[in-house]
């Protein structure tokens, strides 16, 4: 019988390889992913993925990637995947970009050496990019400063807290002279194509997104987060008028007689509109969203505990701390953890008498169920 051999497999290009013709380009552009520790994975292969696909359908090397990290060494993703890298923090050349690759944590993952890196590399006058909380980092580092930027959008408010000179946008990304941010997940993957197609072309980017099969790329005028409607799965107008004048005034609470009559309701009429589609009251949910956020800069920042409530609206600490509880089961000290800050009787004098001068009825208490109307 004879003994057949067999057919040694060999790589084939994919079919779409070489299938848009450029100009050919000399150098390829190389691009630097700093990954921080517990770094979003999706944000980084969503910028990564183009990248690669331009080289495949132009079948030239147009661009280059290497991967560092802070140790040099493997590092965790926040969805605890592992990656090796190529590179430490070393010097890197002028015509580099880098892009920050952000997670969880993103306080604790941008230590002193990543910030003196970024700022010696910004020096020479590169691009440098954030992707997720990466903002984060470029902003601790000073590379923001009277820059537009972004973040997500869970990390919005903290970052305004501490950042007050960057001027924070909500949309998907944002590209600023030679800074640019993304807000995380997918929206890497708008960023990327849009420096892809001004790289080399609308047409170029159009095939990656098609290979991608990502029918609709946003631009910077295109907002985060889902329309409050699509959010809360109702679509009343009023309704919807009514939760974004809260979520646009959480340090200074709007009445409810004031949100009633700017929709041209009776606080009444406002207070069935809201237990119908919501189940609670619009005091209730008002409170709900302010400890949110409350609890956001809880976790995210390093604000003192009255600082934190009185950017959520609340004058008294103890009622913030009671609130916090009811809704938590836990205090803002225990949810911050060691860093919470001295307690309440250990306050600085001069916060204490500032928090005693702050008017009261600006708080809102967790409302009681009403009886049935008749």
């Known amino acids: 019988m004879r003994k057949t051999t067999p057919k040694r497999l060999t790589a084939r290009p994919a079919p779409s390889y070489g299938s848009q013709r450029l100009p050919v380009q000399i150098r390829a552009k190389r691009v630097v ?52 890298v190529h590179m430490g923090l070393t010097e890197l050349q002028r015509e580099d970009t880098i892009i920050v690759c952000g997670g969880i944590d993103v306080i604790e993952a941008t ?53 007050d000179e960057v001027d924070l946008a909500k949309s998907v990304y944002v590209i600023d002279g030679n800074r640019m941010s993304s807000a995380g997940g997918t929206a890497a993957l708008d960023l990327m194509l849009r420096i892809v197609a001004r790289d080399h072309g609308e047409a170029l980017a159009n095939t990656v997104a098609d290979q991608l099969i990502y029918t609709s790329i946003r631009t910077e005028k295109d907002s985060q987060r889902l329309s409050i409607p699509t959010r809360i799965g109702v679509r009343h107008p009023k309704l919807a008028q009514v939760i974004g004048r809260m979520e646009a005034n959480i340090e200074e609470p709007i009445s409810p007689a004031k949100l009633a009559t700017e929709v041209g309701m009776s606080t009444r009429q406002l207070e069935r509109l809201f237990r119908r589609y919501l189940d609670r009251s619009p005091k209730r949910y008002y409170m709900e969203l302010r400890l949110q956020k409350a609890r956001a ?32 089961q836990t205090t803002p000290y225990r949810e911050r953890g060691a860093s919470g800050g001295a307690p309440l009787e250990a306050m600085p004098d001069e916060e204490m008498a500032m928090v005693e001068e702050l008017p009261i009825d600006m708080d809102w208490e967790f409302d009681a169920e009403p009886e049935d109307e008749k």
């Open 33 to 84: 992913f700093l990954l921080l520790d517990r770094f979003t994975l999706m944000a980084f292969t969503s910028a990564l993925e183009p990248l690669r696909l331009a080289n495949q359908i132009s079948g030239q090397p147009l661009y280059e990637w290497v991967l560092a990290s802070e140790s040099g060494t493997t590092v965790q993703s926040s969805s605890r995947v592992e990656i090796n």
């Open 111 to 163: 230590t002193k050496p990543v910030i003196s890196w970024l700022r010696r590399e910004a020096r020479k006058g590169g691009v440098v990019g954030g992707l997720c909380t990466g903002a984060w980092a470029l902003a601790e580092a000073g590379l923001l400063d009277e820059r537009r930027a972004t973040i997500h959008w869970e990390n919005h408010d903290a970052f305004i807290e501490e950042f």
């Open 297 to 328: 800069l809880l976790m995210q920042t390093e604000m003192s505990v009255i600082n934190v409530a009185l950017a959520c609206g609340f004058a008294s600490p103890s009622h913030f701390s009671k609130c916090y509880r009811a809704h938590y």
